[in-house]
């Protein structure tokens, strides 16, 4: 069955630290692979997606992604991180559903705290 | 930019109600889909849409019902709230490989 497995709940970082976060997924096919970031009180917002080609993915606000086949992940890094940067980390696959568009199955989130 | 705007922000309302959420999108979209999230359970979807008037059940979709009369809007009902219902809910519309969502509901059933 297709899976998405987020290890980490919650992570904390100091600010300008760099970070990872983590996502491992379970899919038969080459898999379209999604991170998304949601802010308190909002709704989620694409910061990367991966479908084919170059592995290391660059996304929105200095993050980007590397695909893995062999290790079946799809980690999320910053450099440098903001206070700006809390929020509640979403990674996802996308597949296609009944032959039907195209739907998608999340992780459960990776809360990040930044410290001072 | 893709828009897909609810209703409401914010709603509360008794146990025994109907509730509608309304999801409106403005990019001509053919997918729609309703979630819900809950700590620590991440987003779980109730219901999809394709195309006008199909839909299709997602993983939870016990306790609601959906409808599409236009291709921008599309609609999840909960026809008698209950308290297990209280929850975020989080509309999206796509094309084809990427969801866009709007801010959210967060519903509260006393």
């Known amino acids: 069955a297709q899976s998405v497995t987020q290890p980490d709940i919650h992570i904390t970082v100091s600010e300008g630290a760099s970070l990872e976060l983590r996502c491992n997924y379970s899919?038969?096919?080459?898999?379209?692979l999604f991170w998304y970031v949601q802010s308190p009180g909002q709704g989620l917002q694409l910061l990367l997606k991966y479908f084919s080609g170059d592995t290391l993915v660059q996304g929105i606000k200095g993050f980007e992604a590397e695909f893995k086949r062999s290790q079946s992940s799809f980690n999320l890094r910053k450099p440098s991180v903001h206070w700006s940067d809390a929020a509640e980390y979403f990674c996802?696959?996308?597949?296609?559903?009944f032959g039907q568009g195209f739907s998608f199955i999340f992780g459960k989130g990776t809360r990040l705290l930044v410290k001072p | 930019d893709v828009k897909v705007t609810q209703s409401s922000r914010y709603l509360v309302k008794r146990t025994g109600e109907k509730v509608f959420l309304e999801c409106v999108q403005d990019?001509?979209?053919?997918?729609m889909f309703w979630y819900r999230q809950d700590p620590g359970l991440g987003l779980r979807l109730i219901y999809f849409s394709y195309d006008v008037k199909m839909k299709e059940k997602g993983d939870i979709p016990e306790g609601y019902s959906v409808s599409r009369e236009k291709k921008e809007r599309f609609s999840l009902i909960l026809e008698s709230a209950s308290t297990n219902q209280t929850s975020m809910y989080l509309c999206?519309?796509?094309?084809?490989?990427?969801?866009?969502f709007g801010p959210g509901t967060r519903l509260t059933v006393l």
């Open positions: 990019m001509d979209h053919e997918n």
């Open positions: 999206a519309s796509s094309q084809s490989d990427t969801q866009y």
């Open positions: 996802a696959v996308g597949a296609t559903l």
């Open positions: 899919y038969g096919a080459t898999p379209y």
